[in-house]
């Protein structure tokens, strides 16, 4: 019988459900492959997703932003950011990201294969998300100037039905918007192109 790492990695390279999956937590978003055709310049980034085993339990590694003047403001993400001139490419790119962020270092860790990318019109990023299989509990160093907090979610609570619920945003300016899907997973409400990626992520699972 194959061993969770293996069947992950083998279900990712038998296809994606792509952009089918972000449909259901951003139902009135544009694609993101349609979105970003009428976009400009614009900035390429990368997240690392990263699973560990503890106790016979899987895990996935979240962030939550610090609160700023800014369009993600203590948004709870997966550790990454934008591409730098040093990068070699967007994979080395999530792989420095958490690391400067979390403290994690992903070069003993396992690269699983790439989920679908994602565009956020509102900062003009393209997201490309890479999963990768820690192979202990992590232990953390968070960088406080861009991390609030490190939490991490058990991918048996992202599969179970019940964690899909609905939220009200509250915008920079003021603004609300409501019935916003989100995953609601321990006190967590997970929403915006993080739930996207989350939830093609759980689909992969569910598939294995």
Excluded at 18 to 33: D, Y
Excluded at 146 to 172: G, K, N, R, W, Y
Excluded at 180 to 193: H, K, L, N, Q, S
Aim: aromatic share 8%; net charge negative.
């Amino acid at each position: 019988m194959l061993d969770f790492q293996e069947q992950l990695l083998r279900a990712i390279a038998r296809g994606l459900p792509g952009e089918k999956a972000h449909i259901r937590m951003a139902p009135f978003r544009p694609l993101s492959s349609i979105a970003r055709k009428a976009a400009e310049n614009v900035r390429e980034s990368a997240v690392a997703v990263v699973i560990y085993e503890q106790s016979d339990t899987y895990y996935c590694i979240l962030i939550q932003r610090p609160s700023y003047e800014g369009n993600h403001s203590g948004q709870i993400s997966f550790p990454g950011g934008k591409k730098d001139l040093s990068d070699n490419d967007l994979q080395e790119t999530a792989i420095r990201e958490c690391m400067e962020e979390t403290g994690v270092e992903l070069s003993q860790a396992r690269f699983l294969g790439q989920l679908t990318p994602v565009y956020i019109p509102v900062s003009n990023f393209h997201v490309e998300p890479f999963v990768f299989f820690y192979p202990e509990v992590p232990q953390f160093t968070p960088d406080p100037r861009e991390v609030e907090s490190i939490m991490s979610i058990s991918l048996q609570a992202l599969t179970d039905e019940s964690s899909v619920q609905f939220m009200t945003v509250i915008l920079p300016d003021g603004s609300e918007l409501k019935e916003v899907p989100c995953f609601r997973i321990d006190d967590m409400e997970i929403w915006g192109a993080t739930a996207l990626m989350l939830n093609e992520l759980k689909e992969v699972l569910l598939g294995m």
